[in-house]
């Protein structure tokens, strides 16, 4: 198992509590290892949060959650299917991150669409927003397959979607990626 791979999901976690995407121990990265298994920040009888993520706390399992690292009393998270079910469905990416930055909450529940009013400021967040970011209706945990599915569809073939009254999917080629790209969506939606 790639210990550099653990660390760049660790150090994800770090950036995304250290810019406001995620607060405390909510959110969430993977990374895909193969067909059928991920590396994904996973909660542990000492958990400080996603700020403090160590590579121990990046854990390996299958698409649907099975711990093939020893346990040590680790869980994976309550909304793995948005990670497992995505792998499972999109075998071009490699890396998902599920955040709740605030200014996306906000523009979702207020009905705003994020649209591309800025060029050379941020092209890429630009270039997201001319593209069309896709919003997953349904304000609820995704803690079941067919949840996962029903997001998958308002994605479409995005890398990114709005979860109304809840926070953000991104993907990417890699964990940094999609890290980048959820700032990017936040930096869109905080303008």
Do not use: W
């Not at 711990?67 to 499972?88: A, F, Q, T, W």
């Not at 709005?162 to 980048?180: C, P, R, Y």
């Amino acid at each position: 198992m790639s210990t550099e791979q653990r660390a760049t999901v660790a150090r994800a976690c770090r950036i995304l509590a250290m810019e406001g995407l995620v607060e405390g121990t909510l959110g969430h990265v993977s990374a895909r290892m193969d067909g059928d298994r991920m590396l994904i920040r996973c909660r542990g009888a000492a958990e400080r949060g996603l700020l403090f993520t160590e590579e121990d706390d990046v854990r390996l399992t299958d698409f649907d959650g099975a711990l093939i690292d020893p346990d040590e009393g680790y869980r994976v998270p309550n909304e793995l299917p948005i990670h497992g079910e995505l792998l499972r469905a999109r075998p071009e990416v490699n890396a998902v991150v599920h955040a709740h930055p605030p200014a996306v909450l906000v523009c979702g529940i207020a009905g705003l669409a994020l649209r591309p009013i800025f060029g050379s400021y941020n092209i890429p967040a630009m270039r997201m927003a001319l593209d069309g970011v896709p919003v997953y209706p349904r304000s609820v945990l995704i803690r079941r397959p067919e949840l996962a599915h029903e997001m998958i569809a308002a994605m479409g073939d995005r890398p990114v979607c709005v979860l109304k009254g809840h926070g953000i999917t991104v993907t990417g080629d890699s964990v940094e990626q999609a890290v980048v790209r959820a700032l990017n969506l936040n930096t869109l939606a905080a303008v």
